[in-house]
């Protein structure tokens, strides 16, 4: 079973950025594709961005492509998004959750993510 721990929220001022983490532990974190979601409040949770497990692949939501940036680094079971030019509509709690399923299916829905971190806040104010 693995356990994902999201880290780096805030609360931060438009135009600036953030980097959120993503801890892994239990499980083989090279195994598995990492994905990032956002929910804003009243709102369902969205997908943000993904990477598969060997980091040569990404997936951005539209509307966050060229502001937000994943990465990982295996070695340290961790998985980042950096998010430059924060809009206060990227306001919600984050989350970053796994997959073993191929990441393509994984993104467009097919499959399930297998594990879910418990989230971080990030707040933009205007």
């Known amino acids: 079973q693995m356990q994902l721990v999201e880290s780096g929220g805030g609360s931060v001022q438009a135009g600036e950025t953030l980097t959120l983490s993503c801890a892994a532990s239990?499980?083989?974190?090279?195994?598995?594709?990492i994905a990032w979601f956002y929910q804003a409040p009243g709102k369902e949770r969205e997908f943000v961005a993904a990477?598969?497990?060997?980091?040569?692949?990404?997936h951005y939501a539209d509307s966050m492509k060229g502001r937000f940036t994943v990465s990982r680094d295996n070695a340290k079971n961790a998985a980042y998004l950096q998010m430059k030019s924060l809009k206060p509509e990227d306001t919600g709690v984050y989350y970053c959750?796994?997959?073993?399923?191929?990441?393509?299916?994984?993104?467009?829905?097919?499959?399930?993510?297998?594990?879910w971190g418990q989230g971080t806040q990030v707040t933009v104010s205007s």
């Open positions: 959750a796994a997959a073993y399923s191929p990441l393509d299916l994984v993104v467009a829905g097919n499959y399930p993510y297998d594990f």
């Open positions: 239990g499980g083989t974190f090279s195994r598995v594709h």
């Open positions: 990477i598969s497990w060997s980091g040569g692949s990404t």
